[in-house]
């Protein structure tokens, strides 16, 4: 099915449905994808970010409500402070702390929060509140370790990484994942072996369908590649969850709930990935391609010049940290909505917002960013299938363990 352009009528029933029920959540989610895009912001640092302003805004919404436990519980509630105004409060605080170059963005965003909240003590309690409430979160998060740079690069002829930096591994072990026991809890066992016929099936799928020059690949699928940019994958995930809460009519407690679980999910995978990346040191496959005549295996062919349609990151391949993502969003996604939410999305490129991608539910989503992994010939489908076994994992983690129902 064609998914490269949205139609007309579908951007303006997704465009209806956002400014119709809009609340203070997912005003704040944007206004923190905008904030970090002004500033840069990618990766780790932007996983982080969300992760530490939801679960602040969930906090702070249920020092008032108390529909939910709450993440950081040391600050005492306030049942007669305006939720609306703790949670915008919260959200400004840890951004400020975090981008503090953007303030004039942030404080717009925080002026119209506020707007909408007559003067009163429920006002001026929502904003002390709030404030205690981030910093409790920042404090929490204040030495968590998971600021760590890409400072791995290969060794082409073995397919091993190697430190261009002192090792930083221990460190990685160290980080502290969200609600998570370790980083290492779902580790997940080794790739296959390289004389395997496992190999050889991950091997020759991604070297047909993934070159820069293959013919295989279909115009749609090259399509989805282009889109699905490093810096589209994070701001269309939050995007299709707005889109998804918002039909279903979440309340302000409900909706900060699910986006605290959604993205303590998505802050773990790189933590929980980086630890299983760095354990097993895999070969991407523009490495694994240039140099097939070393790998043990009779059902794989070299093909010295071979490049992938994506650009390699710089670290290991195993596991896929976007299919974590995706195992993840699907978990915890079902657990609020049932099996397969089937609502019609749409995203939109962060550079260029004529460009747009438009789908019939979360699974639709998760499947091409999976797929396009190999058909950007940077992943081997086992990962892709283990790192979506991970997410799932964690994701039932977290619903089981982190702001369960009070009443």
């Not at 050889?200 to 940019?229: C, H, I, M």
């Not at 650009?311 to 974590?324: D, G, K, L, R, V």
């Amino acid at each position: 099915m064609k998914r490269s352009i949205a139609t007309a009528i579908g951007v303006l029933m997704t465009f209806a449905i956002c400014t119709a029920r809009a609340d203070t959540v997912t005003d704040w989610n944007q206004t923190a994808i905008d904030v970090m895009k002004s500033a840069g912001v990618g990766g780790n640092p932007w996983s982080r970010t969300l992760a530490m302003m939801h679960v602040a805004m969930s906090d702070a919404i249920n020092s008032v409500q108390g529909r939910y436990e709450r993440v950081v519980a040391t600050v005492p509630t306030v049942a007669a402070a305006s939720p609306e105004v703790a949670a915008a409060a919260a959200a400004r605080r840890i951004l400020l702390e975090l981008y503090p170059k953007q303030t004039a963005k942030i404080e717009e965003a925080y002026a119209a929060s506020l707007k909408i909240v007559p003067e009163g003590t429920a006002k001026s309690e929502g904003v002390a509140l709030g404030e205690a409430v981030a910093a409790a979160v920042q404090a929490d998060r204040a030495a968590d370790g998971t600021n760590i740079p890409d400072t791995y690069r290969p060794i082409t002829s073995a397919g091993v990484w190697v430190p261009t930096t002192p090792p930083l591994f221990a460190e990685y072990a160290r980080a502290k994942p969200w609600a998570l026991q370790s980083a290492d809890q779902f580790r997940p066992g080794p790739p296959p072996p390289l004389s395997g016929a496992l190999y050889a099936r991950d091997y020759n799928e991604t070297k047909t369908l993934g070159g820069a020059k293959s013919t295989a690949r279909t115009p749609e699928q090259t399509a989805a590649v282009k889109f699905w940019t490093q810096a589209n994958i994070g701001p269309g995930w939050q995007a299709a969850v707005r889109q998804l809460a918002l039909a279903k009519g979440l309340d302000l407690a409900e909706n900060a709930r699910l986006f605290a679980l959604f993205n303590m999910g998505v802050a773990n995978t790189f933590i929980t990935d980086w630890d299983a990346k760095f354990t097993y040191n895999f070969w991407r496959p523009v490495t694994a391609i240039r140099n097939g005549d070393m790998d043990g295996n009779d059902a794989t062919e070299r093909d010295a010049g071979w490049s992938p349609l994506n650009a390699t990151p710089m670290h290991p391949e195993y596991p896929s940290q976007a299919a974590i993502i995706c195992g993840v969003a699907v978990g915890i996604l079902e657990s609020v909505f049932g099996p397969n939410p089937a609502v019609p999305f749409t995203v939109t490129d962060l550079a260029d917002p004529k460009v747009k991608r438009q789908y019939n539910s979360i699974a639709e989503l998760a499947d091409e960013h999976m797929d396009m992994r190999v058909w950007g010939g940077i992943h081997f489908r086992t990962s892709l299938q283990v790192g979506d076994d991970m997410g799932r994992k964690i994701a039932a983690y977290l619903v089981e363990t982190s702001l369960k129902p009070v009443r």
